[in-house]
């Protein structure tokens, strides 16, 4: 690409488009960093230097160009950078971008460089623009030197031992010097290892040279957690640097704004630094003294920065009267006075409820608040501190004042059940006393002797023996449920159990246990043991009673009596159904199991000789219409269900070659059928007619049956009719006459004892 004669915006339009279009696809990164770099270069004019330095620090640290094709790129665009960090008063926003691209360059350049040792350009390229970087390191603009403390970061990293975690493949280990052989001619060890430590001493200088910087101390701390986490060998040097560090130094000077900004801002950093630091590593060596230290700066910044927020003292003159010192012409004498306590009032008259005898306030307002209301949670929060804060003396006077009234309410309540009962008793023998009557005989007895009396006497002097005794009460049957109440009824115990395993946690492998062959089933009381007992109950509890064509034309059209009997077996069939299909990719082991089950028990009948409905290819039939609308091309739950399934019919594989009707599953069911006819023979003849149904019915599926027809029945292409008439005569001699039955495979798992 060369430089267009047209104005520098008509330019920067064309540019800012290549950006929009590697943002979008990353796959134009090279054509468009390679058309840019001599329109960029340093004669270039400042605007078009500003952009492609930015497009350049942008390219190198984007995760959506792989590490491959940076290090491609980083050779082409070595040399810019060169010139561009070298030309005399270079813009700052220029110098910014290229020390970033930079930071970003130098560990591609540093494996390059590991894996071609005679690239001699390419180091002494890469060794100048560094010289220079580390050369305006102390001089340069503040944002300039911000990206140099990110670049001199990444050459400790880089030339610091870090952990190979596979030596076989060293493309895949972290960018360290313990990749970089003992003899290597360009970048020896012991001489990079030793520039990194004067480097890392020179970035830690600045915790006692340049304490008033506060833009340089955070860019420094910042940079200075990755080390910490990826290198632990020089950790203990960073932290013991950082501990020795007071960023609330210069809170001792005259307090500022800017003072007070710059302190805030150098502690808050320091403080996320270390914190992070001990979560990550909490039984460090020096994690006690790093909680110490944050523990005290915290403490340091509360003394220094909080003062004037604090709640201010308790005020000198007496709160509870007024001064008499201020307040003596008024002449109110309350010093002296003692508070005043609150007094209990009186029970209302009548019959007393709970709440009027813990009230002890007459307010109306309060006695009408319902405490319901409000949370439980806020109750405690208020209940506490009155309960911490109460005078002693006023709890006591409360308590009091409760049990008086208590003690009150209780004497009436005996006094009056006392009266009640001689007056019933004077009542009752009123015609027999009349005789005995004395004029001048006066109880010698009062009340409260009375009611001693009663409290005294035993029990079973009051109880009264009943005129009648009580026979058993028995519960009455209840009646017997109609067929239609018997049907909703089960309806409803299916659903009640598929609900509990909707909410049972799926079973993992580490929690099955295998036990071989002869395990017990539903022996876990997990959800597979809730399979296996619905399974079954689906197709063992009524077997032998399913209706059969014989009974109903004994029957003479008339619904037979076992009709009823089946409700439930059905039921839990189409509940199955439903259960499988509602979730079929994370269900379909309960399908498979289901369907084994069915085919187990239509066996067992079979073997017996009876006279009964198999249920086996219906319900295949059924999951497999639930499933296949909804499979798209790169589901394999198909091929599993039928590689499990114990028998597959010419209609199974029907509902497989309707998939071909949709373009996007050709490869969907021709790769099902393909793994029927390497994994199942008994099957095979069956499948390969269906393969030659779909070369001949299906155009999207001539490509890929026309491979596998090729192996298996060759006579049935076009090219091989004429040069293999005599394989077709053969093939067609050996193929049966009539259809293959339905044959079972292999079992991928033994049905459990019982």
């Excluded at 079954?536 to 009823?564: C, F, I, M, W, Y």
């Excluded at 994994?679 to 019915?697: F, G, K, S, T, V």
Aim: charged residues 25%.
């Amino acid at each position: 690409m060369t430089q267009p004669s047209t104005s520098v915006a008509d330019q920067l339009a064309q540019l800012n488009a290549a950006r929009s279009l590697v943002l979008g696809d990353a796959a134009f990164y090279p054509q468009i960093v390679q058309g840019i770099l001599p329109i960029i270069g340093a004669s270039a004019r400042l605007e078009l230097r500003r952009w492609g330095a930015d497009f350049l620090a942008e390219t190198f640290a984007t995760p959506a160009l792989e590490t491959q094709q940076k290090e491609q790129l980083s050779l082409l665009v070595l040399q810019t950078l060169k010139e561009l960090i070298e030309t005399p008063a270079e813009d700052t926003g220029v110098m910014k971008s290229v020390v970033q691209a930079a930071a970003s360059l130098y560990p591609l350049i540093f494996r390059h460089i590991i894996m071609h040792p005679n690239d001699t350009a390419t180091w002494e390229k890469m060794a100048a623009i560094k010289s220079r970087i580390l050369r305006i390191w102390d001089a340069a603009a503040a944002g300039v030197r911000i990206c140099c403390i990110k670049f001199v970061q990444r050459v400790v990293q880089v030339q610091t031992p870090g952990v190979i975690a596979d030596p076989r493949r060293p493309e895949h280990n972290e960018i360290s010097l313990a990749l970089v052989p003992r003899t290597h001619p360009l970048i020896p060890p012991p001489n990079l290892e030793a520039e990194a430590s004067g480097l890392l001493d020179r970035l830690l200088d600045v915790f006692q040279e340049n304490v008033s910087d506060a833009v340089l101390v955070n860019s420094t701390l910042n940079c200075l957690g990755n080390l910490i986490r990826s290198r632990p060998p020089i950790a203990n040097k960073i932290l013991s640097a950082i501990l020795n560090f007071n960023p609330l130094k210069q809170a001792n000077s005259p307090m500022t704004p800017k003072i007070k900004v710059m302190a805030k801002s150098m502690e808050r950093t320091t403080r996320a630094l270390l914190i992070n630091t001990n979560k990550l590593n909490p039984s460090g060596p020096l994690a006690g003294r790093i909680q110490q230290y944050v523990e005290r700066l915290m403490q340091t910044r509360i003394d220094i920065f909080d003062e004037g927020s604090r709640k201010r003292g308790a005020p000198n003159e007496p709160t509870d009267g007024l001064d008499n010192a201020k307040r003596a012409r008024l002449g109110a004498d309350v010093a002296n006075t003692p508070p005043s306590r609150p007094s209990i009032p009186p029970l209302p008259p009548g019959s007393t409820s709970i709440a009027q005898l813990y009230t002890l306030t007459s307010d109306e307002g309060l006695t009408s608040f319902d405490v319901q209301q409000l949370p439980i949670d806020l109750v405690v929060k208020i209940t506490l501190p009155v309960l911490h804060r109460i005078d002693q003396g006023l709890l006591d006077q409360a308590i009091n004042g409760i049990r008086s009234r208590y003690s009150s309410l209780s004497k009436s309540t005996q006094l009056s059940q006392a009266q009640e009962i001689p007056t019933a008793a004077r009542i009752d023998d009123e015609d027999d006393d009349d005789d005995d009557y004395e004029p001048d005989f006066q109880p010698t007895e009062d009340t409260e002797q009375i009611l001693n009396k009663l409290d005294i006497a035993p029990a079973e002097e009051l109880k009264e023996e009943p005129e009648v005794a009580l026979a058993p009460f028995k519960v009455p049957h209840p009646p017997p449920l109609s067929e239609e109440e018997t049907a909703e009824v089960s309806k409803d115990t299916v659903n009640r159990v598929f609900g509990m395993m909707n909410i049972l946690e799926e079973s993992t492998a580490a929690r099955k246990p295998k036990t071989g062959i002869n395990r017990l089933a539903a022996s876990n009381y997990d959800r597979d043991a809730w399979i296996t007992v619905i399974t079954r109950l689906a197709t063992r509890a009524s077997a032998g009673l399913e209706v059969t064509s014989e009974d109903k034309s004994a029957e003479d059209g008339a619904e037979p009596l076992s009709q009823s009997r089946l409700s439930l077996s059905d039921t839990i069939r189409e509940a199955l159904h439903f259960y499988v299909t509602e979730d079929f990719r994370r269900r379909i082991d309960t399908a498979i199991a289901w369907l084994n089950e069915e085919w187990y028990n239509d066996r067992i009948q079979m073997e017996q000789g009876e006279a009964a409905v198999f249920q086996y290819e219906k319900w295949a039939l059924k999951v497999l219409d639930g499933i296949v609308p909804y499979l798209d091309a790169k589901d394999k739950v198909l091929i599993r269900f039928l590689s499990e399934i114990p028998g597959v019919s010419r209609d199974v594989l029907e509902r497989v070659k309707g998939l071909a009707r949709d373009p996007e599953r050709v490869a969907l069911a021709v790769n099902s059928i393909h793994y029927l006819i390497l994994l199942r023979p008994p099957i095979r003849d069956l499948c390969i007619d269906a393969l030659e149904d779909l070369y001949h019915n299906y155009e999207d599926a001539r490509p890929s049956t026309q491979k596998l027809l090729a192996k298996w029945r060759p006579h049935v292409l076009p090219q091989a009719t004429s040069t293999n008439g005599v394989l077709k005569q053969e093939a067609d001699a050996l193929r049966p006459a009539t259809p293959i039955p339905l044959v079972p495979a292999q079992q991928t798992a033994a049905v459990p004892a019982v």
